[in-house]
């Protein structure tokens, strides 16, 4: 997942709302989201390359979202493990949320960059303990407070224009619309407008490169936004995780809702 945006306890009715694209190479393996094979409560999209995922929710609460942290001019480990990983082993422990991240701390050298949110719902007090943490900070893991966040390929709320542009947008959309509707989000993230050249951050790629990547949604033949993933947490805990997958000329192919009832494990 390469950009994602969460309203965390901004509207007393809505605990939790999270859009997000994510960008892969498409001849990448990759199955769509759906409750797991071998464990039905936790339901997401999986890469079967490497056998991680870029978002995953479980049915005890638990939720974790993945983005890589682009900087091609840092050193690379030199065997790293699979990022993806992260998020499926959250959502498969029940270890506390910032317990885990303090865990990945002591072997972050192992993966390439990456930005990780993890969270988990208390029905009892009808919220999320979320917390964030990239490999590439020289800092602890933080717990998000109330508020408006988007991650993309730097650190949390960087104000990359593709970031400025989801964040305005999605922020706008929450405070007019009665309900969040799928469809008007999924609009919202196929935003293909990109970014001007004096704009766009430096990571290491050719100025070509870094303006493909510059819009929220990616279109190419190679690369591009696979899916676009939406999910609702209500009040109630019966949340709806919705996708929506694209093909290399940024069509839609197929799409599903999965009905999520949240409880504590």
Not at 181 to 210: C, F, K, M, N
Request: proline share 8%; net charge negative.
């Amino acid at each position: 997942m390469c950009i994602a945006y969460l309203a965390l306890a901004t509207d007393p009715q809505w605990p939790l709302f999270i859009a997000a694209n994510r960008d892969e190479f498409h001849a990448r393996p990759t199955r769509a989201a759906a409750p797991w094979p071998q464990q039905p409560t936790i339901y997401g999209g999986l890469d079967l390359q490497a056998g991680g995922t870029w978002f995953a929710v479980n049915q005890n609460g638990r939720f974790a979202l993945l983005t890589n942290h682009r900087n091609l001019l840092l050193p690379q480990p030199a065997l790293p493990l699979s990022r993806g990983l992260l998020c499926k082993e959250f959502v498969e422990q029940t270890i506390a949320p910032a317990e885990y991240l303090h865990q990945i701390v002591q072997q972050a050298e192992r993966y390439a960059g990456f930005n990780l949110i993890v969270g988990q719902w208390h029905p009892d007090q009808q919220q999320f303990d979320c917390f964030y943490y990239s490999n590439q900070r020289q800092q602890p893991p933080v717990a998000l407070a109330p508020g408006h966040y988007v991650l993309s390929n730097d650190f949390l709320n960087t104000p990359w224009p593709k970031s400025q542009r989801l964040g305005q947008h999605l922020r706008a959309f929450l405070q007019t619309s009665t309900s969040t509707a799928t469809d008007e989000v999924y609009q919202i993230l196929r935003d293909s407008v990109v970014a001007p050249q004096h704009l766009l951050p430096q990571t290491g790629l050719s100025l070509e490169r870094e303006q493909l990547l510059s819009s929220p949604f990616i279109i190419s033949p190679d690369y591009g936004t696979r899916s676009s993933s939406v999910w609702a947490v209500p009040q109630s805990g019966h949340s709806v995780l919705h996708e929506c997958s694209y093909n290399s000329q940024g069509i839609e192919t197929e799409r599903h809702s999965w009905p999520i009832t949240l409880a504590a494990y």
